[in-house]
C-alpha cells in the first residue's frame, strides 16, 4: 500500500483543514493556498500517489472524484458560472503532494489555461 502523506493526515483529522465534504472514499477541503475565490482539493482518502498510479481497480474512485466535484461546486454557488478541474503530475506537471488530488477552482474568469512555457 502506498505511504501515508500530509492529505492522509487531513484525511484522518490528524491535522487541521478546512474539510468542507466527506465519504467513504474521499475528503474535499479548501487548498490552503488559494488560487481562486474557490480553491478545493478532492482526495481518495486511500492514497494513489500519482495518475500514473491509477489502475482499473482505481476507475470507480476516479469517477466519483468528478461526482464529488459537481456536487461540491453547486454547493459553492458556481456550477452556472464555470470552475476548472486540474490534476497534476509528476515535476512538469507541478505536482507537489504525491496524492493524487483534483483542484476545484472558481469564483473568476480563470484565463488562459496554461501560462507562457518557462524558458
Ligand atoms: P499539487 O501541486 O497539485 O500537488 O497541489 C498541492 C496543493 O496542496 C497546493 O495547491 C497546496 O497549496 C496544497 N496544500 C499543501 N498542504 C496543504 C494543507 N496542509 N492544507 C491544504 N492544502 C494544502
Given at each position: 500500500m502506498a505511504k501515508d502523506t500530509i492529505f492522509s493526515k487531513i484525511i484522518h483529522g490528524e491535522i487541521p483543514a478546512d474539510i468542507i465534504y466527506q465519504d467513504e472514499q474521499t475528503t474535499a477541503f479548501r487548498d490552503?493556498?488559494?488560487?481562486?475565490?474557490t480553491h478545493i482539493l478532492i482526495v481518495p482518502?486511500?492514497?494513489?500517489?500519482?495518475?500514473?498510479?491509477?489502475?482499473?481497480?482505481n476507475e470507480q474512485i476516479l469517477g466519483h472524484l468528478f461526482v464529488v466535484a459537481a456536487k461540491i461546486a453547486k454547493q459553492e454557488g458556481i456550477a452556472e458560472s464555470g470552475y476548472r478541474l486540474i490534476v497534476n503530475c509528476n515535476k512538469d506537471g507541478g505536482q507537489e503532494v504525491f496524492h493524487l488530488h483534483v483542484h476545484l477552482l472558481g469564483?473568476?474568469?480563470?484565463?488562459?489555461m496554461l501560462t507562457r512555457q518557462e524558458e
Open positions: 490552503i493556498h488559494p488560487q481562486a475565490p482518502n486511500n492514497v494513489i500517489p500519482t495518475v500514473n498510479d491509477a489502475t482499473p481497480e469564483g473568476r474568469r480563470l484565463g488562459p
